[in-house]
Every structure is written in structure tokens, then in C-alpha cells.
């Protein structure tokens, strides 16, 4: 009888990012993300595609020139400690992770982070 190892369920989730932030997790071999900056308290991945395209878009595009959006993946037992919170419109969907958990939230990212959509 052969014994696998069961992979925990994930649920993808999405972050925009500027070039900035992009290299910082590029140098982390896209396995994770960089711990927030002073005044940055929470890291916030989103929920819906269409929000994130549009921050990407609409804000990263204004302030650096560039915007991505990343996709990745976490263990969903763990990411079901951060509630979903609803930031605006029915469909502006966002999870908060308090920067001091952030190291650990890093350790449940299933996977890469991969960029799936660049607007400049």
C-alpha cells in the first residue's frame, strides 16, 4: 500500500503591486511577500479580479507607471482566520493581515506568485 501526502486545499488569491514591490518579491524567488513598510499595517490581497485590475490599473499605473496584478495561492485552512471584508462595492472584496503575521502568511503560500496582467 502506497502512502501520499495530501495536499491542503488552497484558494487563490490576488495583490496588485507596483515595480517596487515587484522586485522585492522577485528577489524573494516569487514565494513570497515583503514585510510592509513603516505606516503600512496591513497587507491586503483582494478577492475579485475585476477590483484588482482596476487598482492595478487605475492607481499603480497613476503613482509608479506601471501596475501588475500577481495571483497566488494559500492554504485555505489558514487563510480562513482573515475574514473577508468588504471595503466599498459589493464586489471590492479584501482580506487584512495584520504586517506582524505577515512571515507567516508568507509560509502558507502554496506555490509561486505569478503575474497575470501588466498595465502601463
Not at 515587484?22 to 513570497?32: D, F, I, P, T
Not at 487605475?58 to 468588504?86: A, C, I, M
Request: without cysteine; glycine residues 6%; charged residues 25%.
Amino acid at each position: 500500500m502506497s502512502t501520499t501526502l495530501a495536499t491542503p486545499p488552497r484558494v487563490p488569491a490576488l495583490r496588485t503591486t507596483g515595480p517596487e514591490e515587484l522586485k522585492l518579491v522577485r528577489a524573494l524567488n516569487s514565494r513570497a511577500w515583503p514585510p510592509r513598510l513603516p505606516g503600512q499595517p496591513i497587507f491586503y490581497p483582494v478577492r475579485n479580479e475585476d477590483y484588482a485590475i482596476r487598482i492595478a490599473r487605475d492607481w499603480n499605473v497613476k503613482h509608479s507607471g506601471v501596475g501588475f496584478v500577481t495571483r497566488f495561492e494559500v492554504e485555505s485552512e489558514f487563510l480562513s482566520r482573515y475574514p473577508v471584508r468588504q471595503a466599498g462595492g459589493e464586489t471590492i472584496l479584501e482580506l487584512w493581515v495584520p504586517a506582524e503575521e505577515l512571515d507567516e502568511f508568507n509560509a502558507h503560500i502554496v506555490g509561486e506568485i505569478q503575474v497575470v496582467h501588466e498595465f502601463r
